[in-house]
């Protein structure tokens, strides 16, 4: 059996909030990530995934499933449990996953100085005039 994920396992420090790109659905990386280490509830998701809606949490998982990148296991009860894994192809991402966590780590404060020089001049309507030409 799998360790229990942490709660904090995605704070806000956490690298992947910063990836400028997706893997799969919006929390796909971070659902990914949580199934690395074998089969997960929906429930032991939402612990570190506690900010995604249930709505929203099901329909990541609905768009993994659908690229083939999780697999869902109904198990028969009483009472009845669905489990959530990677599959082989699933498995794969794990390693560019990694790549790009590493690559946000290094970057983080160039990301942030972007994204913070961003929402400044989006702030200021003089900027956004002359963006526009």
């Known amino acids: 059996m ?12 956490c690298p992947s909030s910063l990836l400028p790109f997706r893997f799969g659905a919006k929390w796909g990386a971070l659902v990914l990530r949580c199934l690395a280490d074998g089969p997960r509830r929906f429930s032991e998701l939402r612990v570190p995934l506690r900010r995604v809606t249930p709505k929203v949490m099901t329909r ?10 999780v697999s869902r296991t109904v198990h028969e009860g009483p009472p009845q449990r669905v489990e959530y894994g990677l599959t082989p192809l699933g498995r794969s991402m794990l390693e560019p996953l990694d790549a790009a966590c590493a690559w946000a780590a290094e970057h983080w404060d160039e990301l942030l100085d972007a994204r913070e020089a961003y929402e400044r001049r989006a702030g200021d309507p003089e900027a956004a005039g002359a963006a526009e030409g």
């Open 60 to 69: 990541s998982l609905r768009a993994l499933e659908r690229d083939g990148l």
């Open 2 to 13: 799998s360790e229990p994920l942490r709660p904090d396992m995605f704070d806000e420090l």
